[in-house]
């Protein structure tokens, strides 16, 4: 019986991802693609949307299968689960593409930056769009690299969907936004799209944190490595290295750093803490330093207290009683 | 005066050397990982850190003497909890140390070489000894390789339930502490017992 209502519950929730594979809850309520939207971006998928692909060459009277090369390959499931879901390619790109082979001077297609449709707009005021990109503009990124480094260089125009602000389970917002450094961060290939230098090794240069792995799972980069921003949800200037978070004590403490960026957005709607200093962050862990518990904290300090008590009134009998 | 006797063999004596040393360090360092609003008093995060694993190290291999030594060795028999009437001779071990004490009586379970420990000794080493150092050691150890600790228990994050019971484990070790060196100095001189542990001869 149990397995029956297990089952049907299991088919019930397979048949809602399936019919709406796609986040729902944001604040923007973006919709979903229109028919028309899928069946244009059909075109571009055939192509684009996996590593073989096919095309009529006329000067030889026949159909060449040919790769596509990786970098130009657009996942077609992560696209349709993205911010930008509801866009034809062509929203973004040239409608030139739509022939092959595609015309040579659309190599030199200007692309749109984010705030060419978010920017002083009333609709999009609450992500304050123009706030953080000063914020960006005065980051390392933005400063040693000028234009080359855009706003799409994090912000997969592809795959990109907005995480913090609606994701419930802060892991997965923190594997997320980690994933997006580490795309330049752990491939040589990408980093050097923007730079000669040698990519330092993310590892090696952490190696000085204890359990290194764990905070990577439990702290986002930008927790050490942006500057704290109560304006804005994510802060967006990244610090060149010198400045980077490296006193354990500004997480490891009852005024943890972490309360302003990573729980900022929790912090805000009232939780159970049951005593916790700090109790937001207790729901995904204890912060050795930044958790302390009220209740534990009183209750050992009287236990501790009572301790000496006793074998301080026991200590004075025995001097009074037992004299040698 | 009196009989010499043999009490604490040289494995023990080790042991528990190296033990209070790195108990020490433990609770000293534990306490200013804890208290960082105090760093400036106490020791430094990251040195505490450092040193917190290195003694927690040490403290475990070093367990091992002590379970190695008490599993094959008589030593081992002296704690032995559940014998006849323990109930009541912790209340006899009680009421002397609360008031025969100060009457001058005679303890009731005077130091023998098959019986070391009074009934409260007895039961407050066991519980340090076989409960409470075992389950600081693996939640410690659990904390070295968070990998192993599940993500969650039932809604809770794995992890706090383990530090939780970690520290609380170690402020338990703590108080006994502090009870434990306040009784080693109720004796006929107040230094005896601290050198019936350093030679292994109780007079
Ligand atoms: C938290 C750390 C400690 C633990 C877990 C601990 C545990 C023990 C145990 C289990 C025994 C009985 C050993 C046996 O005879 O089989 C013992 C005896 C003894 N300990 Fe400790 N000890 C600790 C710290 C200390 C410290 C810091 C001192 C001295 C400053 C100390 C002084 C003694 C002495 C003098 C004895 C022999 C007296 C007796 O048999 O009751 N201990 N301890």
Known sequence: ?324 | MGTRIYLYPGWLRFWHAINALMCLVLIVSGLSMQYTDFERYILDFQLAVQLHNIAGVILSFNYFIFLFGNLFTPNGRQYFLFRRGVLKNLFTQLHYYTLGIFRKEATPFPITTENKFNPIQRTAYVLVGYVATIIVIVTGWAYLFPEIVPNTIGNVSGLLINDLIHISMGYFISIFLIIHIYFITIGNSKMKNFKSMVTGWHE
């Open chain 1, 1 to 324: 019986m149990k397995t029956l209502i297990n089952l049907s519950l299991l088919s019930l929730v397979v048949a809602l991802l399936c019919s709406a594979n796609i986040p729902t809850n944001d604040e923007m309520a973006v919709g979903q693609p229109s028919e028309e939207v899928i069946e244009a971006n059909n075109l571009c998928f055939s192509c684009h949307g996996q590593k073989l692909f096919t095309y009529y060459n006329p000067e030889l009277d026949r159909e060449i299968k040919d790769n596509m090369c990786d970098e130009k390959i657009v996942n077609e499931e992560k696209f349709y689960l993205s911010n930008h879901r509801t866009f034809q390619c062509i929203g973004c790109h040239s409608a030139d593409y739509e022939s092959f082979p595609h015309p040579g001077e659309l190599r030199f297609e200007q692309q749109y930056a984010c705030n060419d449709c978010h920017g002083y707009d009333d609709d999009w005021a609450h992500f304050k769009f123009d706030e953080i990109e000063e914020e960006f503009m005065k980051s390392v990124h933005s400063t040693n690299h000028d234009e080359a480094f855009t706003c799409w260089m994090c912000h997969d125009p592809h795959e990109y969907h907005i995480t913090y602000r609606n994701e419930e389970n802060l892991l997965n917002t923190i594997a997320y936004d980690n994933g997006i450094c580490l795309t330049c961060h752990a491939d040589v290939n990408r980093y050097q799209l923007l730079t000669d230098k040698e990519k330092p090794n993310v590892d090696l240069q952490h190696s000085w944190l204890p359990n290194q792995q764990l905070h990577f799972t439990k702290v986002r980069c930008i927790e050490c490595h942006a500057e704290l921003n109560d304006n804005v949800l994510v802060a967006h200037n990244i610090r060149p290295k010198e400045e980077a978070v490296k006193k354990c004590v500004e997480c490891h403490s009852s005024d943890s750093r972490l309360m302003a960026s990573l729980y900022s957005h929790t912090v805000k709607t009232e939780r159970w803490s049951g005593g916790f200093i700090n109790g937001e962050m207790v729901t995904q862990g204890f912060v050795i330093g930044a958790n302390r518990n009220k209740y534990l904290n009183q209750g050992s300090l009287y236990i501790f207290l009572g301790t000496l008590a006793i074998i301080l009134i026991h200590s004075i009998l025995r001097a009074i009683y037992i004299k040698k």
